[in-house]
Nanobody, 117 residues
Framework: VQLVESGGDLVQPGSSLTLSCAAS??????IGWFRQAPGKKREGVSCFDDNRGTVDYNDAVKGRFTISRDNAKNTLYLQMNSLKPEDTAVYYC?????????????WGKGTQVTVSS
């Protein structure tokens, strides 16, 4: 499975941004977005868990970020609103068995999101 992210940018606080992830296939049970800020561990942002039929969100982004997918285009999206400086990170698309960093088998190379005035 190949994953290619796009859409990262430098934006001001309060702005919106949409990330895209083009996947070669949507064949795994979990697919979602993760992020890693400088000096911090990689963390989950939002993820589709087809095993449980659920969509998970990190508490830090609930109400601001929305994950969506277009199965016909094999594309995953992350709509990010009301961006904060603490959202600054490299955002990765990943697919695997469960919505957990350790259970993701395939990773994209990431796209940089910087939120700064």
């Amino acid at each position: 499975v190949q994953l290619v992210e796009s859409g990262g940018d430098l934006v001001q606080p309060g702005s919106s941004l949409t990330l895209s992830c083009a996947a070669s296939e949507f064949s795994l049970a979990a697919i979602g977005w993760f992020r890693q800020a400088p000096g911090k561990k990689r963390e989950g942002v939002s993820c589709f868990d087809d095993n449980r039929g659920t969509v998970d969100y990190n508490d830090a982004v609930k109400g601001r970020f929305t994950i969506s997918r277009d199965n016909a285009k094999n594309t995953l999206y992350l709509q990010m609103n009301s961006l904060k400086p603490e959202d600054t990170a490299v955002y990765y698309c990943a697919a695997g068995r469960l919505c957990a960093t350790w259970a993701m088998d395939y990773w994209g190379k990431g796209t940089q999101v910087t939120v700064s005035s």
